[in-house]
């Protein structure tokens, strides 16, 4: 004679028998502006109200992104700037490419696309030497 007692759970593999996994757009949007500093020569953006630009333009803010979510595609609407002198065309390039593999590493979602506007250039921070 067996014990009566719960019964066992199955040990399955399937990724749709344990369940499902949403992430929201809110979500992506912040793992994608973390994303993008992680690019040599990206800075941040100001944040815009009905178009017009509230506050300065400045390297150190984060990196503005709106991400639109439809099943398991993201596409990405991105604002930075760019330290200069890099070129801005290899180093949104860069950016965009980085963008879409760590998106993808970090969340699952395949990214249909990445649309860059560069507010920007900001001069390459440089600390003053102390003589001593």
């Known amino acids: 004679m067996t014990p009566a007692g719960p019964p066992a759970q199955e040990n399955t593999d399937d990724p749709g028998a344990r369940g499902s996994l949403t992430i929201s757009e809110v979500a992506v949007e912040r793992i994608a502006s973390h994303a993008a500093l992680e690019v040599d020569g990206i800075g941040g953006s100001a ?3 009905l178009g017009v ?23 990405l609407d991105v604002r930075l700037s760019i330290t200069y002198p890099a070129p801005v065309g290899s180093t949104t390039e860069s950016a965009r490419t980085h963008l879409i ?6 969340t699952g979602l ?16 440089v600390t003053p030497r102390r003589i001593r």
Not at 101 to 106: D, F, I, N, Q
Not at 110 to 125: E, F, G, N, Y
């Open 101 to 106: 593999r760590r998106v993808h590493a970090l």
């Open 110 to 125: 395949s990214v249909s696309k990445v649309d860059i506007t560069v507010t920007a250039l900001h001069r390459a921070v």
């Open 47 to 49: 944040l815009r109200v």
């Open 53 to 75: 630009t509230v506050g300065a333009e400045e390297a150190e803010r984060d990196v503005r992104i709106a991400a639109r979510i439809t099943g398991a595609v993201v596409a």
